[in-house]
């Protein structure tokens, strides 16, 4: 059984950094691209970012391009987001996705609130 | 960007009625289109890839048909456990993009 599970949300001032991990099970984590897609409260979703199955290839909307980084460790089948220079906007539940081109599995997501 | 432009926006239905979502495409997507539902409180789940293909362990009342730029989401047989928020999703090119959501409710 496919399993994703996302860590490391929480409360944080605009300026300041959070990372997030996201700790996947059930099958195997090299062989897909992962991605991370974001929904405000009450809001639609958001693409965040994708990265290849080696994490050479990286993808970002302008949104959070040059703040947000994702990476991922396949010995760990671990995947994770940097997120710096925080701003209110980005007020979300993030939500870790496997990604063979759609988002076929989906985490239950953490919650990132931006404020201070 | 490709924008995805979703409707209705909300929806109103009676156990056993068929309803359908529509979603229109800025550009050809060439069938590069996802289905969500999304219960209350919980995350999206796949339901159709490619514009027409039933993901693992759907119902099959849950279809989808479209091309081009015009893609639509068909429920048949409405059950209580389909109300959820829906949203259609394009992949054919970054940056990804999602429809707006429909939120569908039973009379």
């Known amino acids: 059984e496919v399993q994703l599970v996302e860590s490391g949300g929480g409360l944080v001032q605009p300026g300041r950094s959070l990372k997030l991990s996201c700790a996947a099970s059930g099958f195997t984590f090299s062989n897909y691209y992962m991605a991370w897609v974001r929904q405000a409260p009450k809001k639609g979703l958001e693409w965040v970012a994708t990265?290849?199955?080696?994490?050479?290839?990286?993808y970002y909307p302008d949104s959070v391009k040059g703040r947000f980084t994702i990476s991922r460790d396949n010995a760990k089948s671990s995947l994770y987001l940097q997120m710096n220079s925080l701003k209110s906007e980005d007020t979300a539940t993030y939500y870790c996705?496997?990604?063979?081109?759609?988002?076929?599995?989906w985490g239950p997501g953490t919650m990132v609130t931006v404020s201070s | 960007d490709i924008q995805m432009t979703q409707s209705p926006a909300s929806l109103s239905a009676s156990l056993g009625e068929t309803v359908t979502i529509e979603c229109r495409a800025s550009e050809d997507i060439y069938n590069g289109l996802a289905w969500y539902q999304q219960k209350p409180g919980k995350s999206p789940q796949l339901l159709i890839y490619?514009?027409?293909s039933l993901h693992t362990g759907v119902p099959s009342r849950f279809s989808g048909s479209g091309s081009g730029t015009q893609y639509s989401l068909k429920i048949n047989s409405l059950q209580s456990e389909d109300v959820a928020s829906y949203f259609c999703q394009q992949y054919y090119n970054y940056p990804l993009t999602f429809g707006s959501g429909t939120k569908l409710e039973i009379k």
């Open positions: 990265i290849s199955t080696s994490g050479s290839r990286t």
């Open positions: 490619n514009a027409n």
């Open positions: 996705a496997r990604h063979p081109r759609y988002f076929d599995f």
